[in-house]
């Protein structure tokens, strides 16, 4: 039913699809490490595997930047900088304001990997009046009453979010109309913004939950193949039999159905625990077989 006209990847407005755009931090990661070694070329394939890429995907991706190597010498390492710097818009200083100056918000304010990246704290705000004037990573806390000036007068166009979550939409409000238009928000809620405004999530927790579902499912492998209800009279294989994993992938358990509504669940709701909570020893799966 699917149409392929409704099915294109989003891009951007230069072309270069969203997730080549969410790709290209990867590389300029891998690369910068290596221009700080000095090396002046490398292949695909070794950048892919410095990324943690796929080389295909890589060659794809570098293909929408116009930059396609030179055979049997690969990629100007300096050159791909420049370029995906150039790309990601890194070639010039963003200011950016962080709001919540919390534990999070003066652990970020600390972080020095920021600065080193073209993003410049133009500010830290708050909105308890104890903290204004205090000192956070050299910078002194200013109150919320200031958010708009400071928005202004700074010409801040990105704004990071680390209040409580019942804050964050309220304080996301204040810092677009104000005129940000890109937002990191670590708070644990779903903001809404309007047209033109991109909001970027990061929840560690989410993050951990994935990482406890797959847990669940390697500890939820090695168990069931044990039970004799799975398979009926389905034996448990001698290690590094042929079909042992044929045959466990084929148990209703282990299938996508369970996959599927998990990882959406912690994803969609930042749920603490997610499927984990429904048994006490944590190995009762979300969707049980038939
Ligand atoms: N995304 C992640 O991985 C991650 C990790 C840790 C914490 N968090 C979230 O980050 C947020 C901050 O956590 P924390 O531990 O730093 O909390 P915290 O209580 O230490 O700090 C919150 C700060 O926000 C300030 N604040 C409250 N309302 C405000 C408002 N309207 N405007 C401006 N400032 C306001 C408070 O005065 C306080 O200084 C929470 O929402 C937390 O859930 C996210």
Redesign the pocket.
């Known amino acids: 039913m699917a149409t392929g006209r409704t099915h294109r990847p989003a891009t951007r407005s230069r072309g270069i699809p969203e997730a080549t755009v969410a790709r290209l931090p990867l590389y300029l990661r891998a690369l910068t490490a290596l221009s700080e070694r000095s090396v002046p070329t490398v292949s695909s394939e070794e950048l892919a595997a410095a990324a943690g890429v796929n080389s295909a995907k890589l060659r794809k991706d570098f293909s929408y930047l116009g930059s396609y190597g030179t055979r049997g010498v690969g990629y100007d390492v300096e050159y791909l900088v420049y370029q995906i710097s150039r790309e990601l818009g890194l070639t010039q200083d963003w200011p950016v304001v962080i ?9 970020l304010a600390n972080y020095g990997g920021f600065a080193s990246r073209g993003f410049r704290v133009a500010a830290l ?4 009046p104890a ?1 204004a004037g205090k000192p956070v990573a050299g910078i002194a806390v200013q109150h ?1 009453d200031e ?1 708009e000036s400071i928005i202004t007068g700074n010409g801040v166009s990105i704004g990071v ?8 939409q ?2 996301c409000d204040r810092l677009v109309a104000a005129g940000v238009t890109s937002i990191l ?5 779903v903001l809404s913004v309007p047209e033109g405004v991109d909001v970027r ?7 951990l939950q994935i990482l406890a579902f797959h847990e669940q499912r390697k500890a939820g492998e090695g168990e069931r193949v044990a039970l004799p209800i799975e398979g009926g009279d389905l034996e448990p294989s001698p290690g590094g039999s042929r079909g042992t994993e044929g045959e466990r992938v084929a148990l209703p358990i282990e299938g996508g159905a369970q996959a599927g509504p998990m990882a959406r669940a912690g994803q969609d709701t930042g749920a603490a625990a997610g499927g984990r909570q429904q048994g006490p020893d944590g190995d009762v799966p979300a969707v049980m077989p038939a």
Do not use: H, R, W, Y
Request: overall charge negative.
């Open positions: 709001v919540g100056i919390g534990n999070l918000g003066a652990a705000i708050d909105a308890d903290m919320t958010l979010i680390a209040t409580p979550a019942g804050a964050a309220q304080v928000n670590f708070a644990p809620t999530k990061v929840d560690l927790s989410i993050e």
